[in-house]
C-alpha cells in the first residue's frame, strides 16, 4: 500500500506545483459571441475561429500560462477599465479604442510597450493604424483594427432610379439622394435616398470629419490649442451635410439600420456592417450591395480610427502579457500571416492594419466590399487622439444635429461647438 502511495503523492505534487506555477492572465475585450467562440454551422462545427481558439492554442504551447477572456459591452468598456484600475483589480491586457488613449495614458493606466513592440509598430503597420496607436509622440500598444469610412448603396434602388453608378462627388450625391428618396401619403418618407444617424456620435462626426478633410479644413489644430471649426472650409463641409436636409434626400428620423431593409439607397458606413449585410441580403447580395469612395467636395478623404491592444500600467504579469501579444499580433505563422491579422480579417470582419496581413486574405479583403475601404487607406485621417476626446466628440455630434434639426444654422452650429471645445482645450494644452 505504502508503495502505491508514493507515486501518487509524487503525481499530486507535481500536479499541485505545476498550478500554482502558472501565470493568469486577464484579457478584457467587447467583442460578441460568435467573435470570442467562432463561427459554427448548423451541425456546431467550427468554421471559423474566434479568439477562443487562439488562446487555447496560445496555452497548449505555453503550458505556464492561463489566460481568461472577459467580455464588456463596448459603451462599457472604458469606465469597467478606469474602475477596475482603480480599485486595484485591473485586467492585464485590453483592447481599447483610439479615442481613449490620451485618457488613459494621462491617468496612468496603460503600461508603454517594450522597445522592440514600439519599433516592430512603426515598421510594420499602415500610417493610420501607427497614428491611432500614438499618444503624446509615443507608441502605447499594438493597432489590431484599423477603420475608415466609404459610399455603401443599394445597386438596385440606384438602377430603378435610372441611375448607372454611384456618385463620385458631393454635388452629385446631394442630386441623387433627392431622386432616390420616395415618400408616403401622408408626407412620411417611405425610402430614404441617403441616410445619416442622429443618435450615434460616430455616425454623425466621422462623416462630417471626412467631408471636413475633403474640403482641405482641419478639425484641431496641430497642438491641440486651438479647435478650427469656425474656418471656411468646416462651414461649408457642414453646409454641404444640410443640402441633403434642404433638397429632401434625407431627414434626422433616417436610420443607417434601414439600409438592410431596402429602405435607404445610400450611406456611408465602416468595414465592419459586411457581415450584417450579408447575412441581411443573403444570396441577393452581390446584386444588391455596391461600395464606392466617399464623393468628395475636393479632394478624396476619409476619417479613420483604430482599436489596439496594450497592457495595464497595475498588471503583475507585464512581461507575460506583452509576450502573448507579440505572439497574436507580429509573430507570424506558416503563412506569412499574424493570428490577429486572421481574426480581423476572417471572423471580426475588419481590416487588419499590419501590411503583411492586408495581402494574405484576398478573398476578405478584396472583395467588393472590404476591398474599397483597403484601397482608402491611402486617403485615411486618423481622428486626433486628444486629450477628453470622447466629450469633444459628443460635443461635435451635438451641434451638428442640431444644425440638421435647423435650429442653428452651419456657422452658429460650429461656433458654438468650437467655443466648448476649446474651453476643453485649455484645461489640457
Given at each position: 500500500?505504502?508503495?502505491?502511495?508514493?507515486?501518487?503523492?509524487?503525481?499530486?505534487?507535481?500536479?499541485?506545483?505545476?498550478?500554482?506555477?502558472?501565470?493568469?492572465?486577464?484579457?478584457?475585450?467587447?467583442?460578441?459571441?460568435?467573435?470570442?467562440?467562432?463561427?459554427?454551422?448548423?451541425?456546431?462545427?467550427?468554421?471559423?475561429?474566434?479568439?477562443?481558439?487562439?488562446?487555447?492554442?496560445?496555452?497548449?504551447?505555453?503550458?505556464?500560462?492561463?489566460?481568461?477572456?472577459?467580455?464588456?459591452?463596448?459603451?462599457?468598456?472604458?469606465?469597467?477599465?478606469?474602475?477596475?484600475?482603480?480599485?486595484?483589480?485591473?485586467?492585464?491586457?485590453?483592447?481599447?479604442?483610439?479615442?481613449?488613449?490620451?485618457?488613459?495614458?494621462?491617468?496612468?493606466?496603460?503600461?508603454?510597450?517594450?522597445?522592440?513592440?514600439?519599433?516592430?509598430?512603426?515598421?510594420?503597420?499602415?500610417?493610420?493604424?501607427?497614428?491611432?496607436?500614438?499618444?503624446?509622440?509615443?507608441?502605447?500598444?499594438?493597432?489590431?483594427?484599423v477603420d475608415n469610412y466609404a459610399l455603401v448603396y443599394n445597386k438596385k434602388l440606384l438602377s430603378a432610379a435610372g441611375f448607372k453608378k454611384p456618385p463620385k462627388t458631393w454635388?452629385?450625391?446631394?442630386?441623387?439622394?433627392?431622386?432616390?428618396?420616395?415618400?408616403?401619403?401622408?408626407?412620411?418618407?417611405?425610402?430614404?435616398?441617403?441616410?445619416?444617424?442622429?443618435?450615434?456620435?460616430?455616425?454623425?462626426?466621422?462623416?462630417?470629419?471626412?467631408?471636413?478633410?475633403?474640403?482641405?479644413?482641419?478639425?484641431?489644430?496641430?497642438?491641440?490649442?486651438?479647435?478650427?471649426?469656425?474656418?471656411?472650409?468646416?462651414?461649408?463641409?457642414?453646409?454641404?451635410?444640410?443640402?441633403?436636409?434642404?433638397?429632401?434626400?434625407?431627414?434626422?428620423?433616417?436610420?443607417?439600420?434601414?439600409?438592410?431593409?431596402?429602405k435607404v439607397a445610400m450611406m456611408i458606413m465602416a468595414p465592419w456592417y459586411e457581415t450584417s449585410l450579408k447575412i441581411a441580403f443573403k444570396d441577393k447580395y452581390l446584386e444588391?450591395?455596391?461600395?464606392?469612395?466617399?464623393?468628395?467636395?475636393?479632394?478624396?478623404?476619409?476619417?479613420?480610427?483604430?482599436?489596439?491592444?496594450?497592457?495595464?500600467?497595475?498588471?503583475?504579469?507585464?512581461?507575460?502579457?506583452?509576450?502573448?501579444?507579440?505572439?497574436?499580433?507580429?509573430?507570424?505563422?506558416?503563412?506569412?500571416?499574424?493570428?490577429?491579422?486572421?481574426?480581423?480579417?476572417?471572423?471580426?470582419?475588419?481590416?487588419?492594419?499590419?501590411?503583411?496581413?492586408?495581402?494574405?486574405?484576398?478573398?476578405?479583403?478584396?472583395?467588393?466590399?472590404?476591398?474599397?475601404?483597403?484601397?482608402?487607406?491611402?486617403?485615411?485621417?486618423?481622428?486626433?487622439?486628444?486629450?477628453?476626446?470622447?466629450?469633444?466628440?459628443?460635443?461635435?455630434?451635438?451641434?451638428?444635429?442640431?444644425?440638421?434639426?435647423?435650429?442653428?444654422?452651419?456657422?452658429?452650429?460650429?461656433?458654438?461647438?468650437?467655443?466648448?471645445?476649446?474651453?476643453?482645450?485649455?484645461?489640457?494644452?
Amino acid at each position: 500500500m505504502k508503495k502505491l502511495l508514493v507515486p501518487i503523492l509524487i503525481l499530486l505534487l507535481i500536479f499541485t506545483s505545476l498550478s500554482f506555477g502558472k501565470t493568469k492572465l486577464i484579457f478584457t475585450v467587447h467583442w460578441s459571441d460568435y467573435q470570442l467562440e467562432g463561427v459554427k454551422d448548423e451541425k456546431g462545427n467550427l468554421v471559423t475561429k474566434g479568439l477562443k481558439q487562439y488562446v487555447e492554442e496560445y496555452m497548449k504551447t505555453h503550458p505556464d500560462v492561463e489566460i481568461e477572456i472577459r467580455s464588456v459591452a463596448f459603451d462599457e468598456l472604458l469606465k469597467k477599465i478606469i474602475v477596475d484600475h482603480t480599485a486595484g483589480l485591473p485586467s492585464d491586457i485590453y483592447v481599447l479604442y483610439s479615442l481613449w488613449g490620451v485618457e488613459l495614458v494621462n491617468s496612468g493606466i496603460l503600461d508603454q510597450p517594450p522597445i522592440d513592440v514600439q519599433n516592430a509598430v512603426r515598421l510594420l503597420f499602415v500610417k493610420p493604424a501607427v497614428d491611432g496607436a500614438t499618444i503624446n509622440g509615443k507608441i502605447w500598444g499594438v493597432p489590431i483594427e484599423v477603420d475608415n469610412y466609404a459610399l455603401v448603396y443599394n445597386k438596385k434602388l440606384l438602377s430603378a432610379a435610372g441611375f448607372k453608378k454611384p456618385p463620385k462627388t458631393w454635388s452629385e450625391l446631394v442630386s441623387m439622394a433627392a431622386k432616390l428618396t420616395k415618400k408616403n401619403p401622408d408626407g412620411s418618407i417611405a425610402q430614404y435616398g441617403f441616410a445619416f444617424l442622429a443618435g450615434w456620435d460616430s455616425a454623425v462626426v466621422h462623416p462630417y470629419l471626412s467631408l471636413l478633410y475633403s474640403n482641405g479644413g482641419e478639425f484641431l489644430s496641430k497642438d491641440f490649442k486651438e479647435c478650427l471649426l469656425d474656418r471656411k472650409e468646416a462651414v461649408e463641409a457642414l453646409e454641404a451635410e444640410l443640402e441633403l436636409f434642404k433638397t429632401g434626400g434625407t431627414d434626422t428620423a433616417a436610420s443607417v439600420w434601414n439600409f438592410p431593409a431596402g429602405k435607404v439607397a445610400m450611406m456611408i458606413m465602416a468595414p465592419w456592417y459586411e457581415t450584417s449585410l450579408k447575412i441581411a441580403f443573403k444570396d441577393k447580395y452581390l446584386e444588391t450591395v455596391g461600395v464606392a469612395p466617399i464623393p468628395y467636395l475636393k479632394k478624396p478623404a476619409t476619417c479613420g480610427y483604430t482599436w489596439f491592444i496594450g497592457v495595464d500600467s497595475a498588471s503583475k504579469n507585464k512581461k507575460q502579457a506583452w509576450d502573448f501579444i507579440k505572439w497574436m499580433t507580429i509573430q507570424t505563422m506558416s503563412n506569412g500571416a499574424t493570428r490577429m491579422g486572421e481574426l480581423m480579417a476572417k471572423n471580426i470582419g475588419a481590416i487588419p492594419p499590419r501590411r503583411t496581413d492586408l495581402d494574405k486574405f484576398p478573398d476578405e479583403l478584396n472583395d467588393l466590399y472590404t476591398g474599397v475601404f483597403v484601397k482608402e487607406l491611402i486617403h485615411t485621417i486618423q481622428e486626433p487622439n486628444v486629450a477628453q476626446g470622447q466629450e469633444i466628440k459628443t460635443i461635435l455630434m451635438r451641434e451638428i444635429v442640431e444644425a440638421w434639426n435647423r435650429r442653428k444654422t452651419a456657422e452658429q452650429a460650429l461656433k458654438d461647438a468650437k467655443k466648448k471645445i476649446d474651453e476643453i482645450l485649455k484645461e489640457n494644452y
